[in-house]
């Protein structure tokens, strides 16, 4: 019921309070959060450098997947090509100096030993990551294995 009338009154354009808030439609947004300037959240992101690490980085535990030391934006994972597996393939990685992908990923869900990548771990992205140097967002006391 409050939320039609909130809606009706929106829609007209009109100067409405809640709470305490003033809102001007089309400027600030009523939410249950409060009156929020759209202009305000919706900051340009800055482009970061993509860190380039020699030699890789360092794993905080067991199983992580390690993150990407270098560039990406030119790799294109399509449906018939995986840009990645240029050099990170059995056929080319020694010629590349570029580290094989892990065993794990030429396992077939059956537990099966395959020739090509394994669809399971087609989609690289989806597990590793290029690192920016960016100031971390919130806090994290995250201590990683040693
Ligand atoms: C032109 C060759 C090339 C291509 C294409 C390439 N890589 Fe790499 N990649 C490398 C080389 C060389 C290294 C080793 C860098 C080093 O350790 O100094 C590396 C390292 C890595 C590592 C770190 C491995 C570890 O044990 O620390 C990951 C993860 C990785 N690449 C993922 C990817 C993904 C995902 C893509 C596609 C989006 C990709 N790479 C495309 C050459 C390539
Ligand atoms: C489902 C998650 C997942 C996907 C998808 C995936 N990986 Fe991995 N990757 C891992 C994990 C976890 C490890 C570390 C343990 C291992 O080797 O299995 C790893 C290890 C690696 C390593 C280091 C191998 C080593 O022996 O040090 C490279 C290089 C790599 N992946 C590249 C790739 C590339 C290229 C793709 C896409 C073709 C890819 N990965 C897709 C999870 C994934």
Known sequence: ???????????SGLLF????????????????RGAYDIKAESLKP?????????????????????????????????LKNNGCMKCHDEKNY???????VGESHFISRDGKKLDHISSRRY?????????VDAKPLVENEFAGLK
């Open 94 to 100: 020694k010629k590349e100096k570029a580290p094989l």
């Open 46 to 78: 800055t482009k970061k450098k993509v860190v380039s690490q020699e030699g890789g980085f360092e794993r905080s535990y067991k199983q992580q997947p390690p993150m990407i030391p270098h560039k990406i934006d030119k790799y294109r994972i399509t």
């Open 17 to 32: 309070t809640m709470g305490s808030t003033t809102v001007f439609a089309g400027e600030k947004v009523a939410s249950l």
């Open 123 to 131: 989609f690289c992205n989806q597990c590793h990551a290029p690192q």
């Open 1 to 11: 019921m409050k939320k039609t009338l909130t809606a009706a009154i929106v829609a």
